[in-house]
């Protein structure tokens, strides 16, 4: 309707009419586009909150299974260490319960935390640059190719963990591991094997002192990661 009235106003020669014309086609684009423009940054916005949302999710659950492995991971350490020096000594061990625990504990190794999911599913998307916060998004990534270090770190120290298990087993006799706590308990055990193969321990502590730092470092990582994350939910 429009465009036959401008070729009319032209025909005519009623330039003004046809300016006017002009000018109520070209604003109609002008608001057509600028209303898309504003869908468009609304749906942006609406599906950045959504992803920051299910990234806090991710990460608090990070720092939950991370400190859990800053913790665990020295206490295996400390319990190596300490199982070591009773096998190096002369002196007897303590009794059975306590020096059971102590063996169960040098023998274990906390897995690697991970990734966020929500962060891998936004680089295979491009759904990073949807993220306005670029101290957000640098974060990310450091944690990301952290964790992903850490994950190399895991694969190479636990088999070595559980290889030096794997060693002094013949040595300890364990029930089936308890269902809540998920260790055996130790039966009777072989002090003279053990001592022999102390080094093992010392070497086991080690792995999981290595470990606890790794650890260390990815919790502080994730900690800033959900701290700019709930700033970002605040705002």
Do not use: C
């Not at 609406?46 to 492995?69: K, M, N, Q, T």
């Not at 990661?225 to 705002?235: D, F, P, Y």
């Amino acid at each position: 309707m429009l465009l036959r009235r401008m070729i009319e106003h032209v025909r005519d020669q009623n330039w003004t009419a046809v300016a006017l014309d002009f000018i109520i086609v070209v604003g109609g684009v002008f608001v057509g586009l600028q209303a898309q423009e504003w869908s468009e940054r609304r749906d942006a916005a609406a599906r950045a909150r959504s992803l920051e949302a299910r990234l806090a999710a991710d990460f608090e659950g990070l720092v939950e299974r991370i400190a859990s492995g800053v913790d665990r991971s020295d206490a295996y350490a400390s319990a190596g260490r300490e199982v070591y020096v009773i096998l190096k000594s002369d002196d007897p061990p303590p009794e059975l319960e306590a020096f059971g625990a102590l063996l169960n504990a040098a023998g274990s190794g906390h897995p690697a935390a991970g990734g966020s999911p929500t962060y891998a599913e936004m680089l295979s998307t491009g759904g990073l640059e949807l993220l306005e916060d670029t101290e957000l998004r640098a974060a990310l990534v450091e944690y990301d190719v952290i964790a992903n270090q850490a994950d190399k770190v895991f694969d190479l120290l636990l088999p070595r963990i559980l290889s030096s298990i794997e060693d002094v087993d013949p040595y300890i006799e364990r029930t089936e591991p308890d269902e809540e706590t998920g260790f055996p308990t130790v039966v009777t055990y072989d002090l003279d094997a053990l001592r022999a193969n102390a080094h093992r321990f010392q070497a086991q502590a080690r792995a999981n002192r290595n470990l606890h730092q790794v650890y260390a470092y990815q919790l502080e990582l994730a900690e800033d990661v959900l701290a700019k994350l709930n700033g970002a939910e605040e705002n």
